[in-house]
């Protein structure tokens, strides 16, 4: 059992109490001889997992197959675009085309992935509204009610509107594989459906974009909205490691290079250093 | 390429920078502008790198007191010392032979946190526009933190933004540094930091941190929260790059590596299974 979380101490007896001294649950090397992830073997007990199945299992201290299959196909299906012109993807593209290196390409991609227009904030956000929405709504308030609260606290609602197009193509074959799945009838998924429906018909006219079909997916699988956020940090991977690639096999400095008159200019006049 | 397709061409639309192109080759600059002021041909010699960095966030140059103050925080900044967790994140780095680049990344990524990190500063700067100098506001807030958004990437604050929950009293670097930029001249909310640090040291039930003086400072130089931020994270790196470095030189076999530091809780032992 880990005692160190029911520690009483504080200010620098605390850290006296940890100096030398990390007792862990999660896992550790045993050198030249064996590796333990949350009390089991790596060699013979994990040896069969898949890669997402040892990540998610990292994650939420739980073997679960057919979710692993689901967060990768869905990883697959609708994170993983391989367009160097999307932020991200820019950045290990760009990372590309001056010659660095694909770990840092790939590092700095998913860092970027981070984002609040795309990416992670969203996909945090809409579970975290998905969950908050069902707690509501459980208690008799209307969609209507739900939805005009949160854009009245946050001026958006995360996993609804898309930059760049309304339409979110991924949300069909994502459909069909969750139906392959036999995961497309949850009740969150459902949610998601009916706050899209009531958006659709405002002056806001938001559509569904995959965040949230992903996350209410995630959330009919029981999944914390902190086990989400942490199994879709490296959701973004397939699309950022072809993109630093492509610039990598044309000449250097080719990638969108921009000239002068690219810049557009609004600082003031010219002036003079005064010391 | 017609005059129309360049007209539509997607630019850059910035404040900050103007260029003017050489004759020769339309992708190079013969000139840069940094808010008017010509970088190569006038501020080059003539300007200090504060006052540069400065320039390049507030657009107009710095009164002389400005430029003390801040000069003053990067020196307090630029190493938080091998002890740091940033800097340990860059001589890992080094001790790892990683790239130099990843180096400065662990250093960034580490000390971007909620705890003595940049996004610390950036919560102690709402505080400050909350709170400016209203010793009541700070006692309330501090009793009542805003509400978490639980849908935010960034985990919730575990302790006061800007004191260090594992402190005992103020260190005296920390006092010193206060001490100094409180004498610079208009640093009005330092010397009220400095009035009331046991006050509020006392309502936080921690001493006030390196991190608590940034965001008086960057506040009192009326920086915004993400422009702090950014210049928290920017100025810790010089220490971080020189301690990687000199680990890398000296190598993993000089460098902690706990061996004897954990014990693993949860522990299935030898396996048996062939």
């Known amino acids: 059992m880990n005692t160190q979380n029911n520690t009483s101490l504080t200010g620098p007896e605390l850290l006296s109490h940890y100096e030398d001294n990390w007792q862990t649950a999660m896992g550790a090397w045993f050198p030249a001889e ?37 967060i990768e196909g869905l990883s697959l299906l609708t994170t993983s675009y391989p367009d160097p012109r999307l932020w991200n993807n820019r950045i290990a593209a760009l990372a590309g085309t001056t010659r660095s290196t694909g770990a840092l390409a790939v590092s700095a991609g998913v860092a970027a992935s981070e984002a609040t227009i795309y990416g992670l904030k969203p996909i945090k956000g809409a579970l975290n509204f998905l969950y908050q929405a069902a707690e509501k709504k459980k208690q008799g308030i209307s969609i209507e009610a739900i939805v005009k609260e949160e854009l009245k606290a946050k001026r958006c609602i995360s996993g609804y509107g898309r930059p760049l197009t309304d339409e979110d193509e991924r949300i069909a074959p994502g459909l069909r594989f969750l139906a392959k799945m036999d995961a497309d009838k949850g009740e969150y998924l459902k949610l998601a459906f009916e706050i899209e429906d009531y958006l659709k018909g405002t002056r806001y006219k938001f559509k569904m974009n995959i965040a949230a079909f992903n996350a209410a997916t995630a959330a009919d699988a029981g999944m914390t909205a902190d086990e989400y956020y942490h199994t879709s940090t490296i959701a973004f991977i397939g699309g950022i490691l072809p993109s630093h690639l492509s610039t990598l096999s044309k000449p250097e400095g080719t990638f969108y290079p921009l000239s002068v008159d690219r810049i557009n200019s609004t600082s003031v006049t010219k002036r003079s250093w005064v010391n | 390429m017609s005059s129309q397709d360049k007209k539509d061409r997607e630019q850059i639309t910035t404040k900050i920078w103007r260029e003017e192109a050489e004759p020769d080759n339309p992708f190079a600059a013969t000139a840069s502008y940094c808010a008017g002021y010509d970088v190569y041909g006038d501020l080059l010699g003539k300007v200090s790198f504060i006052e540069y960095l400065w320039l390049l966030f507030k657009l107009d ?30 001589m890992n780095a080094g001790v790892g032979g990683s790239t130099h680049a990843a180096a400065l ?36 807030i501090i009793k009542n933190p805003p509400l978490y958004d639980t849908g935010d990437v960034w985990p919730e604050m575990e302790h006061t933004p800007g004191f260090d929950p594992n402190g005992a009293s103020c260190p005296k670097p920390v006092r010193q540094l206060l001490n100094h930029l409180a004498n610079i001249e208009h640093n009005d909310e330092l010397i009220w930091l400095q009035s009331n640090r046991l006050l509020l040291e006392q309502q936080a039930q921690s001493p006030l941190s390196f991190s608590g003086i940034a965001a008086a400072t960057f506040f009192t130089l009326d920086f915004k929260p993400e422009e702090a931020e950014m210049l928290f994270l920017l100025l810790r790196l010089p220490g971080a790059a020189a301690h990687a470095l000199e680990q890398e030189r000296m190598g993993w076999n000089r460098y902690p590596f706990f061996g004897a530091g954990l014990t693993l809780t949860d522990d299935p032992g030898p396996s048996t299974k062939k």
């Open chain 1, 34 to 70: 064996r590796v333990v992830l949350r009390g089991k073997d790596l060699f013979t007990e994990l040896n069969d997992y898949s890669w997402m199945e040892y990540i998610l299992f990292a994650v939420t201290g739980k073997h679960n197959p057919r979710l692993a299959k689901i």
């Open chain 2, 61 to 90: 140059p710095p009164s002389k007191a400005q430029v003390r103050t801040l000069e003053g925080l990067a020196v307090a900044l630029a190493n938080p010392g091998p002890r740091d967790a940033s800097v340990r994140g860059a």
């Open chain 2, 105 to 140: 990344i662990a250093s960034i990524s580490i000390g971007a946190g909620n705890l003595g990190g940049a996004r610390e500063v950036f919560t102690a700067m709402q505080y400050w526009q909350q709170c400016g100098t209203d010793i009541d506001s700070w006692i309330n």
